[in-house]
């Protein structure tokens, strides 16, 4: 069983930067592949990253490519979102997924991958 814990959300203006950070509980971090989804208003819950559990394999939607970077510190159990040239249309409450896997390099892109949710964390970036 793992619980996922988001923070770090809040308030930027459009261009701005912002890292959001999933910290986890339980044992055996390093199995998880990590991932983070997003939900803007009045939309589906959509893909934005994923690491694999070693941390060596990372994966992007295309509307964050270049621009975000997933990463994780398995000595601190916790996976980081890092945001920056931010836009209005990245405004949404972010969360974080988690899934065992033993796989370290493999990467998961849909929700039904994921066993683990966060509460999220809301982003608003303000034009």
């Known amino acids: 069983q793992v619980q996922l814990v988001e923070s770090g959300g809040g308030l930027v203006q459009a261009g701005g930067s912002l890292r959001v950070a999933c910290a986890a509980s339980g044992r055996s971090f390093s199995n998880y592949v990590m991932g983070w989804f997003r939900q803007g208003p009045g939309k589906e819950r959509d893909f934005v990253a994923s690491i694999s559990a070693s941390g060596g394999s990372t994966a992007y939607a295309d509307a964050v490519t270049g621009r975000f970077t997933i990463s994780r510190d398995n000595a601190k159990n916790t996976v980081y979102l890092q945001m920056n040239i931010l836009n209005p249309e990245d405004t949404a409450v972010y969360y974080c997924?988690?899934?065992?896997?033993?796989?370290?390099?493999?990467?998961?892109?849909?929700?039904?991958?994921?066993?683990?949710w966060g509460q999220g964390t809301q982003v608003t970036v303000s034009s």
């Open positions: 997924a988690a899934r065992r896997d033993l796989f370290l390099r493999r990467t998961y892109a849909r929700e039904s991958e994921y066993d683990y």
